[in-house]
């Protein structure tokens, strides 16, 4: 299954925007706010509903896929400006940046963000304007995977650190493989050759 296409929504369920809205000081305003002008980015405080891990957009889209074909699946992502913006449980970033500091195979990770308390992440509008760019890195994001429920499930720093591990190794097998030679990639399917004779 390819959740980024099959599992893309365009806006925001009202479980999903009373969870997001929870996450600020004045969830009332947050909502009216939304209300307003849903096709707005918000800035929204770490900490408190959410912490964000924030990744290069490939690297993502692989740490998502490892965490939806082998692993428990994920909660709320969204892409923003080129990269992917996985959000987890309350706390799991500070865990995650020391686990990534300790841990001898972190080196096989590219670089993450890891928004925790204190930290503000910009999330994508509650609504997706029809003619919004699709274009990485223009316009205000998008939901890969919506909040859609006012408790979702979250992955902790252990799951994520599993899943980066997963696709930063992966990524490297893929990198280590031999290229096909020229006239065997270019070969139609279904052509037969004969057996070499003895």
């Known amino acids: 299954m390819d959740i980024w296409t099959y599992q893309s929504v365009e806006y925001v369920t009202v479980a999903g925007e009373a969870w997001l809205a929870s996450a600020s000081e004045y969830p009332r305003s947050m909502r009216a706010l939304w209300e ?3 096709w707005a ?3 929204l405080p770490c900490g ?3 912490d964000v891990i924030s990744m290069p957009s490939l690297f993502g889209r692989r740490v998502l896929d490892e965490l939806w074909s082998s692993g428990p699946g994920c909660g709320p992502v969204a892409a923003f ?3 992917t913006l996985l ?3 309350p706390g799991a970033a500070p865990r995650l940046r020391t686990l990534l500091a300790w841990e001898e195979w972190a080196r096989d990770v590219p670089p993450l963000l890891c928004h925790g308390k204190g ?3 910009t999330v994508p509008p509650v609504q997706r304007m029809v003619d919004a760019p699709d274009s990485p890195g223009l316009g205000a994001g998008r939901w890969i995977v919506a909040p859609d429920s006012r408790e979702p499930w979250l992955p902790g720093a ?3 650190l599993w899943a980066c591990v997963r696709a930063a190794r992966g990524e490297a097998r893929a990198a280590a493989l031999p290229a096909l030679p020229p006239q065997v990639a270019e070969e ?3 052509v037969l050759h004969p057996a070499p004779s003895a």
């Open 119 to 121: 930290d503000a992440v």
């Open 48 to 50: 408190r509903a959410f």
């Open 158 to 160: 252990a799951v994520v």
């Open 87 to 89: 959000f987890v449980q």
């Open 188 to 190: 139609p399917a279904g």
């Open 36 to 38: 307003a002008r849903p």
């Open 81 to 83: 400006r080129g990269r």
């Open 41 to 43: 980015s918000t800035v």
